[in-house]
């Protein structure tokens, strides 16, 4: 049970870092 909510935090924290980065690129744009 906690291997698996970590591995949700994870992924939820790669998505946000991923949009971030996208949004970051589309600003300089």
Known sequence: MLLL????????FELHMLISTCDLCLRVR
Not at 5 to 12: D, F, G, K, W, Y
Request: proline content about 0%; aromatic content about 0%; charged content about 0%.
């Open 5 to 12: 909510s970590t591995s949700v935090i994870v992924l939820a």
